[in-house]
């Protein structure tokens, strides 16, 4: 559905935008743009209900998913880019929808956004260049009290990680601490001929739903540190790759009623959460 203000025939095509603004595709920023303007009202549709939501979309670009999104009913857009060709361009978009479109230019690693809204939760939505985005992914679980859902384009590698169940060779450390937050679901398959120009890989939408448990940051870190543990040696038994954190790895496997001859691929997501429960009283102990 349109919103407000001038009508889209009137905004010039993404190709037109690309030339204009001499948006040439730059590897070292991950480019690899979506300039189909019903892929990305397709990306939008995952992401539900935007009805005066706060959006946050990361890396831009031209503006493709960025256009969809303002067409919408949301409220705000906030866009953060780093290549400043691209914010010329988007500034230039913004022109277009009066108060909605607010472009940063900035690296999303080191900017947060939620210092800036500390209101409302944020709808996260982004076809990220792939090496940012683990990285930024974890930041976002860490907050994920102020997110109200994220819906990601990652390398289908990662989105096997990120929905891999227990007893799967993908199954690590991305898939448990996503997973204990969210509802992680793997959407749109997308092949590299959507993109300009097309990377190597295959990729998919993932959406994260939170499941409103919000955990202390002391507690999420205990995740990550029995996580690394278990699967840092994930062929071993978690008897013996857990010793690196406990004294007894076997005692306090045995007090959380997991077999301490299984191996970390076979451990439920709650299973993990027990072993850091105790990992922090084990600290608090010491
Ligand atoms: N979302 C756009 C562009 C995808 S390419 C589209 O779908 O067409 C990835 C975009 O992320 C590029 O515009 C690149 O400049 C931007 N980018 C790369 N690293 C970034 C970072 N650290 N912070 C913000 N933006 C970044």
Known sequence: MLHKNKRPYQLPALRDVIAKFDLSAKQCLGQNFLLDMNLTRRIVREVGNLKNQVVLEIGPGPGGLTRALLETEAKMVFAI?????????????????PGRLNVIEADALNFDLFEVINKSKITI?????????????????????????????FQKEVADRLTAKPGTKTYGRISVIAQWLCIVEKKLSIPPKAFVPPPKVHSNIVKFTPNFLHPDPILFQAMETVTAAAFGQRRKMLKSSLKSIFHNPIDILNSAKIDPSDRAERLKVDDFFKISELYLNSKTIL
């Open 81 to 97: 880019e780093r290549d400043p060709r691209c914010v010329a361009a988007l500034s230039h978009l913004s022109g277009y929808f």
């Open 125 to 153: 939505v982004a076809n990220l260049p792939y090496n940012i985005s683990l990285p930024l992914l974890m930041s976002y679980l860490k907050k994920i009290n102020k997110i109200k859902s994220m819906t990601l384009m």
